[in-house]
């Protein structure tokens, strides 16, 4: 399940952008297929950040949040298959991972590194 679908990205970054990326010109259809892969990809990114939180994944109500993050990465997936990549794509994209880094580290478990101790100190 994605959590935007095709009429969001097309709203979100314009037809006349979502074209350029499927490099479509004229007043062909959208190629939709590609469109739904790349969200479907970016939906499989999202439930692999936040699957060490124990989130039901799918999630259920995807919040703006999610949407926003998903149209992000489908944008990125489509732009890096054509020749319109740009900085605000790509820095854009760059923002997300290292959101979705920030939830997998949140959830990992503590080190036991040299200043953990399971047991308790005594004579404190």
């Known amino acids: 399940m994605a959590y935007a679908t095709i009429d969001m990205f097309v709203h979100e970054f314009g037809e006349p952008a979502v074209r350029r990326m499927l490099n479509q010109v004229g007043d062909e259809p959208l190629d939709t297929a590609r469109i739904e892969t790349a969200l479907n990809q970016a939906s499989a990114e999202l439930d692999d950040a936040f699957r060490p939180t124990g989130a039901v994944l799918p999630l259920a109500s995807p919040g703006a949040f999610i949407v ?5 990465i489908a944008r990125y997936r489509l732009a890096n298959s054509s020749d319109v990549m740009d900085d605000e794509i790509r820095k854009r994209y760059e923002n997300v991972k290292a959101r979705l880094d920030q939830i997998k580290d949140y959830a990992a478990p503590p ?3 040299a200043f953990y101790s399971a047991s308790p100190r005594r004579g404190w």
């Open 111 to 113: 080190s036991t590194g």
């Open 68 to 72: 926003s993050q998903c149209l992000d």
